[in-house]
């Protein structure tokens, strides 16, 4: 059985010009850090030309295909009929994205079908965690 998802996803940049460029994103998913998806962004759509990832929580993703959520760097809400808004923010600035909202159910369709929600604790190692905290710590 496979122990992570990624899925491309088509995102439009908001800018400041009228048209809004559709770059291509990857969500990742990885049963061996079953809390947390990634979202990527190809060097050549950033203003600094190097890949661009983002960490955060599957649940913040979830929450906010059907209502507002997020309050720190990553914050996400719906849109429209079926959007979603992503907003990153950094002391550079502010990156906000659109995907369709199909797209990211169908991504957390996958990822609760690998790992269901609640169950996340049972992918994790607690033992194993301990000891590498206290041995990064000593």
């Given at each position: 059985m496979s122990?992570?998802?990624?899925?491309?996803v088509e995102a439009r940049l908001v800018a400041a010009a009228p048209r809004m460029p559709t770059i291509p994103a990857t969500l990742f998913y990885d049963r061996l850090d079953p809390f947390a998806v990634r979202m990527s962004f190809p060097a050549p759509s950033t203003l600094e030309g190097v890949?661009?990832?983002?960490?955060?929580?599957?649940?913040?993703?979830?929450?906010?295909?059907?209502?507002?959520?997020?309050?720190?760097d990553v914050r996400v809400r719906p849109y429209g009929y079926d959007r979603t808004v992503l907003e990153f923010h950094s002391p550079e600035g502010t990156a906000v994205v659109h995907v369709r909202s199909g797209e990211?159910?169908?991504?957390?369709?996958?990822?609760?079908?690998?790992?269901?929600?609640?169950?996340?604790?049972?992918?994790?190692?607690?033992?194993?965690?301990?000891?590498?905290?206290?041995?990064?710590?000593?």
């Open positions: 122990t992570a998802i990624e899925q491309t890949e661009v990832r983002w960490t955060f929580a599957r649940e913040l993703l979830m929450a906010g295909l059907d209502a507002p959520e997020g309050h720190g990211i159910r169908r991504f957390l369709r996958a990822t609760t079908d690998l790992v269901p929600v609640g169950a996340e604790h049972r992918q994790r190692d607690l033992d194993q965690d301990l000891a590498d905290l206290l041995r990064e710590a000593g």
